[in-house]
């Protein structure tokens, strides 16, 4: 028996507790080497769990294409104009308001101290002017381009092209039912990442450029149809929820503790996804939870914010010389920045993020009401 799809309006907070811990994850990584250096830790970079940290882009590519793919994925045909335009219309109002305010900010701080760091740069007009548009990581300019200004937002252009691709691959999902085809679809997308990254002499997901693009991609279209596959088996998959969140834990580890298997982690990602998407109490205790579900909803503020606020305590850092300070005094600033990396992503979730996505559905609907779209 094949269950109905998942209504929009339907919600699964293990799903969103997982994308909290995908952005603390980053944060983390992204934070650990002014840690270090305030406490003196370079000793801990093998920790694996800290030198990993990029890997929560991965997580968050395949958690997004099987989102996508819940929410829309029913409706939404490449040669539908309403749904095509209502799909396009909110993820304008969910992504480009809270990047262009951040790239706003950050590009006032780079006029205000231009020699400080602010991110790998380069900071210049064209790089902007991509940045902006969000098509910085699809080599136009330069593939070295991909991380200029707010580096994070690399991850958010690969998957504005993904946005793309969707609607072809939502019409195609429609239309297939097979199980095994949907498995074997989702390991091909798999196996070609996996060469990709072997070609280029590597053995990392740590792409940003090229390899990046094609990271997003190919993560992304293994959430898409995993969701069919959970589409069309809920009923089936329902008491095997824990074993998937078991499985991914295994192969998670695997991948941290030997280096040569990092290119598991996805694989490890897309049962974490699944189990997370079938009901259990192991999904719910432990990505389900208010803590979790809480840093889920103000994921992607996290995720775009924490580079910014990051680099700047750098800079007052080192104007007080923060080598020299007591340990008392170093702790107490490490929690106090630990504090204002959430506080501002939970301020700009509450007034930049959640209104303009609460916009953008209403003017969505309200078109769609009337029957037409303004764009």
Not at 61 to 69: A, R, Y
Not at 145 to 155: C, D, E, K, L, R
Not at 308 to 315: D, G, K, P, S
Not at 316 to 334: E, K, N, V
Request: hydrophobic letters at 55%.
């Amino acid at each position: 028996m094949t269950m109905p799809s998942i209504t929009v309006h339907q919600n699964i907070p293990p799903l969103t507790g997982i994308r909290g811990f995908a952005s603390v994850w980053v944060t983390v990584f992204h934070v650990y080497p002014l840690m270090a250096k305030m406490f003196n830790l370079s000793n801990l970079t093998a920790i694996p769990v800290i030198r990993s940290g990029f890997m929560g882009v991965d997580l968050f590519f395949i958690l997004s294409g099987f989102v996508l793919m819940m929410t829309y994925g029913e409706n939404i045909k490449i040669f539908s104009s309403s749904e095509l335009q209502r799909f396009a219309f909110n993820r304008l109002f969910r992504i480009l308001p809270l990047h262009w305010f951040v790239l706003g900010i950050l590009a006032l701080l780079v006029l205000w101290q231009p020699h400080s760091y602010w991110g790998p740069g380069p900071f210049s007009t064209k790089s902007f002017i991509a940045s902006f548009f969000l098509v910085q990581a699809w080599g136009f300019l330069d593939f070295s381009n991909a991380i200029a200004w707010n580096s994070p937002a690399w991850s958010l252009s690969a998957e504005w092209a993904a946005y793309f691709i969707f609607p072809f691959q939502a019409t195609i999902m429609q239309r297939t039912k097979n199980i095994s085809a949907l498995t074997a679809l989702a390991l091909i997308c798999f196996v070609f990442l996996v060469a990709t990254i072997l070609c280029s002499h590597s053995l990392t997901l740590d792409h940003a450029e090229l390899g990046g693009l094609v990271r997003c991609l190919t993560e992304f279209s293994m959430g898409v149809c995993i969701c069919n596959i959970w589409r069309l088996r809920r009923a089936a998959l329902e008491p095997w929820g824990a074993h998937f969140l078991l499985a991914g834990f295994f192969l998670f580890a695997l991948s941290l503790a030997i280096t040569d298997l990092q290119l598991l982690a996805p694989v490890a990602f897309a049962c974490f996804v699944l189990g997370c998407a079938i009901p259990s109490q192991t999904s719910d205790k432990i990505f389900g939870n208010r803590i979790a579900v809480f840093l889920g909803n103000i994921s992607f503020s996290l995720y775009l914010t924490h580079s910014i606020v990051i680099n700047a305590a750098q800079l007052f850092l080192d104007q007080i010389g923060m080598s020299s300070q007591p340990l008392q005094t170093r702790i107490c600033i490490a929690s106090i920045l630990g504090l204002l990396i959430l506080l501002t992503a939970f301020l700009t979730w509450m007034f930049i993020e959640r209104p303009a996505q609460i916009q953008g559905k209403r003017i969505s609907r309200q078109f769609s009401i009337q029957g037409r779209f303004p764009i």
